[in-house]
């Protein structure tokens, strides 16, 4: 009887871990900055990578639409995404991409589409990657942040006008290659609950830049993604980021006050499932921080305790733990706080 349970619990525990994992790339090349940049050998690399160890690069429509449905994503299955629209993805990552099968999604900036190739991709060359099935989505109409208002506008209507824009944004890709997916990555990465909700009303499925991988508990106003780029194009540091798996995390701590005024504390609080981990082996390192002690109130609810002041900036924790079912796993999520200056006004970008 005891064996029985123990092969029950593990088959819960099992179904509990798997993930989809988002990466999101920006430029291919070696000539580009290198804080967003991987070279086209590094990058074949990730590829021959994914291949030889059994993930599967699934569309993005495939994710979103198993979340929306609420159904069991598959696990090792992988999710590629570039931002920005720069010309070196066609150049340089499409053709790979293309040799390898694997699909991927390209996130836009409609007004910053040159009439004529350059740096950034034009209409002719996106409808020319469309047509060989490449996901276009939204990046925002001219990739301004969401929380940085300018001096004079106040945060509520600044975000209106973003959210205007956003629609806009759609529309303009709608007419151009045809495409409509309501799939919107923050530029970024910075958001709020507020934002949170209005995107949920208007039906978007949004897309973060903070690390973690996707599971059935994702909100799907804050979908996590690993950035691939360098500093963290390494395969050894990424291929435990492949083999995540998704905490189990409430909506209400996926909705937590991402705005940190200078010199405060952040909420520290994560309500999640406890389930096949062991709470003594939950680490959180906070950036500028370091090893956060944790405190657990019961079962489903630990604390993140630091004293260190963040400094302006985006700041985040980064919370794992070893899965008991599949060992060599980590289970991963991640919190962004975004502070601003002491005279309250946003940092650069």
Request: glycine content about 6%; proline content about 7%; aromatic content about 12%.
């Amino acid at each position: 009887m005891a064996f029985r349970i123990l092969i029950f619990l593990l088959l819960i525990f099992a179904s509990s871990a798997r993930a989809t994992v988002v990466l999101v790339y920006h430029h291919v090349s070696d000539k580009t900055p290198k804080s967003t940049s991987i070279t086209p050998a590094q990058f074949k690399l990730h590829l021959q990578y994914f291949k030889d160890n059994g993930f599967k690069v699934i569309p993005l429509n495939t994710m979103v639409d198993s979340l929306k449905a609420k159904q069991p994503l598959e696990d090792k299955t992988l999710v590629i995404t570039f931002d920005d629209g720069y010309s070196d993805i066609l150049y340089n990552g499409h053709p790979l991409l293309t040799e390898y099968g694997y699909p991927y999604t390209l996130f836009i900036n409609p007004e910053t589409v040159p009439k004529s190739s350059g740096a950034y991709l034009d209409w002719a060359q996106i409808k020319q990657m469309a047509d060989d099935g490449v996901l276009i989505a939204n990046h925002g109409l001219r990739h301004d942040s969401l929380i940085k208002t300018p001096k004079g506008i106040d945060a509520a209507t600044w975000l209106e006008q973003k959210l205007d824009e956003l629609a806009a944004a759609e529309q303009v890709i709608a007419d151009k290659v045809g495409q409509s997916w309501q799939y919107f990555a923050l530029p970024y990465g910075e958001y709020t609950p507020q934002a949170q909700q209005k995107l949920e009303q208007l039906g978007f499925a949004v897309f973060t830049q903070q690390s973690g991988p996707v599971g059935a508990s994702t909100d799907l106003t804050a979908i996590p993604r690993f950035p691939a780029s360098m500093p963290y194009d390494r395969l050894g540091p990424l291929k435990d980021k492949l083999n995540s798996v998704a905490f189990n995390v409430s909506k209400k701590s996926q909705r937590a006050m991402t705005i940190v005024p200078f010199g405060e504390q952040p909420n520290k609080t994560v309500e999640i499932e406890l389930i096949d981990f062991y709470p003594n082996m939950l680490s959180c390192f906070i950036a500028g921080a370091g090893i956060a002690e944790i405190s657990w109130q019961g079962r489903e609810r630990f604390t993140m305790n630091f004293d260190a002041k963040f400094k302006p900036g985006r700041n985040r924790s980064n919370c794992t733990a070893p899965s008991i079912s599949k060992p060599g796993r980590f289970y991963w999520y991640s919190r962004p706080w975004f502070v601003p200056k002491e005279d309250g006004t946003w940092y650069t970008n």
